[in-house]
């Protein structure tokens, strides 16, 4: 996965997603809440990490979707989660 098709993931599906900081504005990961209708499409974009790891990090169940920490997720593929978490591709109603 590259930065520009996860940015392309988020933007065309207007995925909803929120940054998770120490307080100080120092950002230490990301959650992107994923939709049940778009789990396919997203393990699909992230299946060589989910082939190489023996794990997955936390997510939680939601009603209409699933919340999951893709800080990792970015690393592995060396992403920079500011690059491509800009306001620009922020769609979550605060």
Known sequence: MT????????KDNKVEWSFI???DGCVIDVIM???????PAFLHLIS?????????D????????????V???C???DIEIERVFTEDL????N
């Not at 930065?3 to 993931?9: A, I, P, Q, V, Y």
């Not at 809440?33 to 789990?39: A, C, K, S, T, V």
């Not at 209409?64 to 920490?69: F, K, L, M, P, R």
Request: charged share 20%.
């Open 3 to 10: 930065e520009l098709e996860l940015r392309n993931f988020i």
């Open 21 to 23: 900081d120490v307080g």
């Open 33 to 39: 809440f994923i939709e049940f209708n778009l789990l």
């Open 48 to 56: 060589n990490y989910l082939n190489t790891c023996e794990y997955v």
């Open 58 to 69: 936390e997510c939680c169940l939601r009603t209409n979707c699933i919340a999951v920490n």
């Open 71 to 73: 800080g990792e997720v």
């Open 75 to 77: 690393e592995f593929y």
């Open 90 to 93: 922020n769609f979550t109603n």
